[in-house]
């Protein structure tokens, strides 16, 4: 696997973000269609027992994995169901990372809206990447050399990187 | 999601159960609001005391739900959040958006 992104490490079996070794890799292929969200779902519930996610995060690190998933599915394969979806899933000693990979064209991520801001906040969409980054330590948007869209999710595990608290 | 309806002292309780999540839920709310208002029911509360996991979608379908009966002339309220629904409004800041109340008693008489 090639990323357009030389920043991110391009070969097979190794984690996007992270250098030290996996501890974990799972990757599931499915065609575009919403109702394999809840299968991912269960998934991680089950990686959830292997990988040291927080108790108290994992419920918001589903959340983030939904809303890609849905997201891919929507509008990235603007729901045509012949489409793939590929969802990974890496851990590492130090991070838990999940990338959704779509066959879509990717969007602008700074045409994003925040959702909180006046004009917006009665908009009944425009909350799921914004719930993403808040409930995962670092998001990336990828493409690799089959022209796929990857949305990257990572969650640390060492040590929790200090994000807005809810009020 | 599971849901039921009901009267209590002129206002009507939405009592949701279960997940509010794309294709799991947020298309039943909004018919059941709809036909609420429908009913010319101007009072309604949700109570949310039960729902285990809301995702964006769910959370849009709350605001929908919410403009919905304000154009209308209706007043919605929330009632029994749990924590993470809680959090989910805070983080968004829709907590500034809802009138919500920590049991469905005080949010029933917070239509006196």
Redesign the interface.
């Known amino acids: 696997m090639t990323l357009a992104d030389p920043t991110l490490n391009a070969g097979k079996g190794t984690s996007l973000t992270q250098s030290r070794p996996e501890t974990l890799r799972i990757s599931i292929r499915v065609h575009s269609h919403?109702?394999y969200?809840?299968l991912f779902h269960a998934v991680l519930a089950q990686v959830a027992l292997e990988i040291p996610i927080p108790a108290d995060r994992m419920?918001w690190v589903?959340?983030a994995l939904?809303?890609a998933v849905?997201n891919a599915v929507l509008h990235g394969n603007k729901k045509e169901p012949g489409k793939w979806i590929e969802v990974e899933m890496v851990g590492t000693p130090d991070a838990f990372t999940m990338t959704v990979w779509d066959e879509g064209t990717g969007f602008n991520t700074s045409k994003l809206c925040d959702?909180?801001d006046p004009e917006n906040?009665?908009?009944?969409?425009g909350?799921?990447i914004?719930?993403i980054r808040?409930f995962t330590d670092k998001v990336q948007f990828v493409r690799d050399a089959d022209g796929r869209f990857g949305l990257v999710m990572t969650v640390n595990l060492a040590q929790r990187v200090s994000k807005?608290e809810?009020? | 999601m599971n849901h039921r309806t009901y009267e209590k002292d002129g206002v009507s309780v939405l009592e949701l159960k279960g997940t509010i999540?794309?294709?799991?839920g947020d298309v039943t709310m909004r018919d059941v609001i709809k036909d609420l208002l429908g009913k010319e029911k101007k009072s309604i509360v949700v109570d949310l005391g039960e729902v285990s996991?809301m995702?964006?979608?769910g959370?849009?379908?709350l605001?929908?739900a919410?403009?919905t009966a304000r154009h209308q002339g209706a007043t919605l309220k929330l009632a029994n959040l749990t924590k993470?629904t809680?959090?989910l409004l805070?983080?968004?800041?829709?907590?500034a958006?809802f009138e919500s109340y920590d049991s469905l008693g005080e949010a029933i008489g917070s239509f006196r």
């Not at chain 1, 906040?121 to 969409?125: A, D, F, I, T």
């Not at chain 2, 805070?90 to 907590?95: D, F, H, K, M, R």
């Open positions: 919403l109702k969200t809840d419920d589903a959340l939904r809303e849905n959702p909180r906040l009665l908009k009944p969409n909350r799921g914004f719930l808040q807005e809810p009020e | 999540t794309l294709g799991a996991f995702d964006s979608t959370l849009g379908e605001v929908a919410y403009t993470k809680k959090d805070s983080i968004t800041q829709l907590a958006v």
